[in-house]
């Protein structure tokens, strides 16, 4: 998809109150199922706050307990991104001072 059209389409799903987006939703999904060359593939808590929501929308949850809920659960997600993101940083540098150590003690004495 060019950048113009996928601009465009956000422009007018902001527009939209969230009852009529999940429409929008339901329908893309549809034709996702009928004419999409491949699956779009999410990151894995993504996929699971998507499962959560359409539970939520399949027990006819209020539009706006779910609009709350959704915005808890991507602020929770962003908070495990961080936490993921150090983590890496951490094991990172553990093994680049790791690295460095075996070096210092590769090296031969000078004499």
């Known amino acids: 998809m060019n950048e113009i059209l996928r601009d465009r389409l956000l422009r007018k799903l ?4 969230d009852a009529k987006a999940y429409q929008v939703l339901d329908y893309v999904e549809f034709l996702e199922s009928r004419y999409a060359e491949r699956p779009a593939g999410a990151p ?4 699971v706050a998507e499962t959560l929501e ?3 929308r ?3 949850v209020p539009v706006n307990i779910i609009k709350g809920t959704m915005d808890a659960v ?4 962003k908070l495990l991104e961080k936490v993921a993101a150090a983590g890496k940083a951490a094991v990172e540098e553990a093994a680049k001072q790791s690295a460095d150590k075996d070096k210092v003690e590769e090296t031969p004495p000078a004499q």
Do not use: I, M, S, V
């Open 14 to 17: 902001d527009a939209l109150p």
């Open 44 to 47: 894995p808590f993504q996929r």
């Open 54 to 56: 359409d539970t939520l």
């Open 58 to 60: 399949a027990g006819r």
């Open 74 to 77: 991507g602020k929770a997600g």
